[in-house]
């Protein structure tokens, strides 16, 4: 830690009894107070500590501007680690201590509104840039106060970028306008990190400009480059325990929105049973995101999540038949690099009724191989 950093402790309280925002000429006159022998550039450097800890993410500000980096991550006062899009890699950073990286917490946390003290120990929050805060205290957390941060995309990415970047064989990317253009209702898979969203946004660029998208999140993260995007938000309980908008009730209301497609952002709960039934009443197109391992995995894990919307599992096949063609899985390699792995088609069985995931196309870096689901893969796409 810096000089700077560690003595600001020293410089807030008198500054804090100004009762306005303190100009760099107050900060100098402390500084002399305090014994500090005062140059411009640590008079600059001062200001700027003071900025980001009031306003800003502190310490961790110069992290989020990097090039590329997708999460910064800390785990108590030692461990700070980011993600440029090759994987969680250690900085050279430090807290003071736990206190530290609390106060932190809980002021990104107090920007939106929300609570973290020991009565709400955990917060999942967006700022107002865009980036997801989520924070454990070290009450419940080893080794300390834990804090991940999800910057949002600098930028925009085609299915170009994903080509000229080596997660997507150009005939890949062929396979997939394809699936956009001829209206096929379709999921993302992937893990945490894998690039769910960054894909299906991507995606949502392909869809006519005359169109209209209806996109429903729990944190708003989809940014598709697309003229007539319509994004709802959910909305958490406040400190009353009132007030949450669930995804559910935003689904539906996109229903009345007159949507030419209807996407959810992140299919996590009971909303999948709203998102089918939409998708089996004319809303062709439709699409979203699940976490899965692979695309194999996805009928058990909608599943699980239908349960949790009261749906049995005999309907959720009849709904999923019905509903939904494709799951376009991604995953990360052993570097991280991001890779769009292929698509599968979804078929029932004809004996037991269940829907599963028959592989159609494998994109690996030689190109493009047949699955056993190629044939139901063409059909979809040319009618």
Request: hydrophobic share 45%; aromatic share 2%.
């Amino acid at each position: 830690m810096s000089h700077v950093t560690v003595e600001l402790d020293r410089l807030r309280p008198r500054l804090a009894e100004l009762g306005r925002e303190a100009r760099p000429a107050d900060v100098a006159a402390e500084m002399r107070r305090l014994g500090w022998v005062v140059t411009d550039e640590l008079l600059l450097s001062t200001v700027e500590a003071l900025r980001r800890d009031a306003t800003g993410a502190g310490v961790l500000e110069p992290l989020l501007a990097l090039p590329g980096v997708t999460d910064v991550l800390v785990n108590g006062p030692d461990q700070v680690f980011v993600d440029r899009g090759h994987g969680l890699e250690q900085v050279a950073l430090a807290f003071t201590d736990d206190d530290e990286v609390r106060r932190l917490a809980s002021r990104l946390a107090a920007r939106v509104g929300r609570r973290l003290d020991d009565s709400a120990p955990f917060v999942d929050a967006r700022l107002p840039d865009g980036t997801r805060v989520h924070a454990v205290l070290g009450t419940l957390a080893d080794p300390g106060t834990c804090l991940s941060l999800r910057v949002p995309a600098g930028r925009r990415f085609s299915l170009e970028d994903w080509v000229a970047v080596g997660s997507l064989p150009p005939g890949g990317a062929e396979v997939l306008r394809r699936l956009v253009a001829c209206r096929a209702a379709f999921l993302v898979s992937g893990g945490t990190g894998s690039g769910k969203t960054t894909l299906l946004a991507s995606l949502l660029s392909l869809v006519p400009a005359h169109e209209r998208l209806l996109v429903v999140e729990d944190s708003r993260e989809l940014a598709p480059d697309h003229p007539h995007c319509v994004r709802l938000e959910g909305r958490p309980p406040n400190a009353e325990g009132a007030g949450a908008v669930s995804l559910s009730d935003l689904v539906r209301q996109a229903l009345r929105m007159r949507p030419d497609r209807v996407v959810l952002g992140e299919v996590r709960g009971a909303e999948l049973c709203d998102l089918l039934t939409a998708l089996n009443t004319g809303h062709e197109g439709g699409c979203g995101t699940v976490h899965a391992n692979s695309a194999d995995d996805v009928p058990a894990r909608l599943e699980a999540l239908a349960a949790l919307g009261g749906m049995g599992r005999d309907a959720l096949h009849s709904q999923v038949a019905a509903a939904l063609d494709a799951v376009i899985h991604i995953r990360r390699d052993a570097a991280g690099l991001r890779r769009v792995g292929g698509v599968a088609v979804l078929v029932r069985d004809p004996g037991s009724g269940y829907v599963t995931t028959l592989p159609a196309v494998h994109f690996g870096p030689a190109g493009l191989t047949k699955g056993p689901g190629s044939a139901a893969l063409e059909r979809l796409l040319g009618r």
